[in-house]
Structures are given as structure tokens and as C-alpha cells.
């Protein structure tokens, strides 16, 4: 079946630095990927839609400052959270979408942001 | 606004028993209902999708229903068991965009 990776599964740093989470559709194309966010006990909250080869559309609220994406190619998309802050700690979560398989979405397995 | 409503928030149930969960829905256009499974600390997986004509679908142990008529799903769990712990999310698409409930978080004890 469709497999989406992300790396790192959990990451530590420090407030005022920046970090890069990516996504990866392992066997199939994903012309769209979709960055999520989810805090305890809640449900995923869309961040941005990422489209190959042009810039992401972000869901109001969302600072595309902040959260920067690239989705240079096919199989990857990269979420950079820049100068982080504490408040940013949060469960990051990639879908990819499949056009193959009539618009599937599948989900990474996460990431688990911890600003200190 | 599309909203996704679930109930229970959350549920404990005894290993071996039957539970069923609940999802009433307002997004409009409809394209397809799912379910999905969501271990903490995990991602969602897919366990069901149904789409306008389907009343039923079934993945194993676990039986979804949708009646597009009144908005409402339901996602049965037969014979529960305890790898079955876990949040469940209802989805549903609007050909493009997903809108997510809150998820009913199971519990199964010994």
C-alpha cells in the first residue's frame, strides 16, 4: 500500500532556532501534500496545502512566515519552522495526496515537536 | 461552516465487547466519508471510505455505516480488543478538502 514518511519522528530545540521536518510519498507521485497540526487531545488542524512546483496555500490564522513549505518535487515536501517558539510544540502530520488511487490521502507517521 | 461531530468524546469498554461510534456531518458538497485509526503518537491509517451510494463497509472487526440521507455514520467495533485503544477520527471530503472531527478516543481493559 502507499507509504508517507516523515523525518525526524521527534525533534528538540531551542526557542529562537529553526527546524525542517520533511515528507516523503515512498511509492507513489503526490502532486499535493498537506501539512497538519494537532495539540493533545485534538484533532488535526489544516496548516497549508503544498502543490509540486508552486507555493502553498495556507488555512487563515497560519503565518506562512513562520511555517515555511517547499514541495519541489513529486515525493517531497519540507515544513520549516522558523525562529520557534515554545508555543509551536505541537504534533506535525503530512498527508500526500494520490492521484492514482482517486484522491487518497495518506498520512505520515508524525512528528513530534518539542520547543524548549 | 463543514463540521464533523462525534460522539462519544471518548469510551471505555471491556475486551471482548461491542462498541459503536458516532458521526453526524454538515459539509457540503459530499464526496466520501472515512474512518480512521489513530494511535497515540501516531498518524491516522485509514479504515474505512465510503462515498454517497455505499450504506455499509466493512475492514474486519470494524463495520462503517453512512446515511447520506440524514448526515449520519457510525464505525462498529466487534469483539474488541486491546490494540483496538486508540482515537478514532471521522473524515469527511468535499472533493478536495477534508474536515475532520475530534475523534472518539476508545479505551479497551482487560
Known amino acids: 500500500g502507499a507509504v508517507v514518511s516523515q523525518h525526524p519522528s521527534w525533534v528538540i530545540c531551542k526557542s529562537g532556532t529553526s527546524v525542517k521536518i520533511e515528507c516523503r510519498s515512498l511509492?507513489?507521485?503526490?502532486?499535493?501534500m498537506f501539512w497538519y497540526r494537532q495539540f493533545p487531545k485534538q484533532s488535526l488542524m489544516l496548516m497549508a496545502t503544498?502543490?509540486?512546483?508552486?507555493?502553498?496555500?495556507?488555512e487563515q490564522g497560519v503565518e506562512k512566515d513562520k511555517f515555511l513549505i517547499n514541495h519541489a518535487s513529486l515525493t517531497l515536501s519540507t515544513l520549516t519552522v522558523t525562529s520557534a517558539h515554545p508555543e509551536d510544540s505541537s504534533f506535525y502530520i503530512c498527508?500526500?495526496?494520490?492521484?492514482?488511487?482517486?484522491?487518497?490521502?495518506?498520512f505520515g507517521p508524525g512528528t513530534r515537536l518539542t520547543v524548549t | 461552516k463543514n463540521q464533523v461531530e462525534q460522539s462519544p468524546q471518548s469510551l471505555i469498554i471491556l475486551e471482548g465487547k461491542n462498541c459503536t461510534l458516532q458521526?453526524?456531518?454538515?459539509?457540503?458538497?459530499?464526496?466520501?466519508l472515512r474512518w480512521y485509526k489513530q494511535d497515540t503518537g501516531r498518524g491516522p491509517v485509514s479504515l474505512t471510505i465510503?462515498?454517497?451510494?455505499?450504506n455499509t463497509k466493512s475492514n474486519g472487526r470494524y463495520t462503517a455505516t453512512l446515511d447520506a440521507d440524514t448526515k449520519q455514520s457510525s464505525l462498529h467495533i466487534t469483539a474488541s480488543q486491546l490494540s483496538d485503544s486508540a482515537s478514532y477520527i471521522c473524515?469527511?471530503?468535499?472533493?478536495?478538502?477534508?474536515?475532520f472531527g475530534a475523534g472518539t478516543t476508545v479505551t479497551v481493559r482487560a
Open positions: 498527508s500526500a495526496r494520490d492521484l492514482d488511487r482517486d484522491y487518497e490521502q495518506y
Open positions: 511509492d507513489f507521485q503526490a502532486t499535493t
Open positions: 503544498s502543490n509540486e512546483g508552486s507555493k502553498a496555500t495556507y
Open positions: 458521526c453526524n456531518y454538515t459539509v457540503s458538497p459530499f464526496s466520501n
Open positions: 465510503m462515498t454517497f451510494s455505499e
Open positions: 473524515v469527511v471530503s468535499d472533493d478536495y478538502k477534508l474536515s
